[in-house]
């Protein structure tokens, strides 16, 4: 199996929406530009059947929600989201990530308790600066501790360089999780 490194899946990510003809918005919602952490991921989840994208469906308590990753054995299922935004454009869009993130939790939850929820998400750099950088924290924070709504939950935040800035535990924590 060919090694592939989270420098390998921001490549892709940038690749992606690179290579895309129309706007940004256009080429997040072709779906395409996590599939390089997609495979990251899948890569470190030994010891389960795991299913993607339009496969990872899973009957919530109201939502019949397609989840990115799904991956099972015989005594657990897990659920994995995968979520980006431009650092420039948070404030503008993490109300939405907030209230995905706790709608789809809460209803897998109602459903079935011990389902295990990871949330993964990827802030783009653009800017130099933002204050939302606190609120990111909080808000994974929220979820994954005091709520218990995540059961694991990161966030990185890359650039062009292939820098990466951990803002919510580090890859290694997040896939260290479930081995």
């Known amino acids: 199996m060919e090694t592939f490194t ?10 992606c929406i690179n290579q895309y003809k129309g706007s940004l918005t256009n080429a997040k919602k072709a ?18 059947k795991v299913k993607q994208k339009h496969q990872a469906t899973f009957l919530g ?20 989201e995968l979520k980006s ?13 907030i209230e995905e993130a706790i709608g789809v939790a809460f209803d897998a939850k109602r459903s079935a308790r011990e389902v295990k929820t ?13 204050r939302y950088i606190d609120k990111i924290f ?9 709520t218990k709504l995540y059961d ?3 966030c990185i935040m890359i650039d062009k360089n ?3 800035d951990t803002i919510y535990n580090t890859f290694e924590q997040f896939v260290e999780y479930w081995k």
């Open 85 to 97: 935004i431009v650092l420039s454009k948070v404030g503008k869009c993490l109300s939405n990530r």
């Open 138 to 146: 909080d808000f994974l924070y929220y979820i994954n501790f005091e």
């Open 118 to 130: 990871h949330y993964f998400l990827v802030i783009e750099k653009d800017e130099i600066k933002s």
């Open 6 to 15: 989270l420098n390998d899946a921001i490549q892709c990510y940038f690749e």
């Open 31 to 48: 779906d395409k530009h996590m599939d390089g952490f997609a495979k990251l991921l899948i890569n470190n989840i030994k010891g389960y």
């Open 162 to 164: 292939n820098k990466v």
């Open 61 to 80: 308590y109201l939502l019949n929600k397609r989840w990115d990753i799904m991956f099972q054995n015989e005594k657990e299922t897990n659920l994995l």
């Open 152 to 154: 694991n939950a990161m």
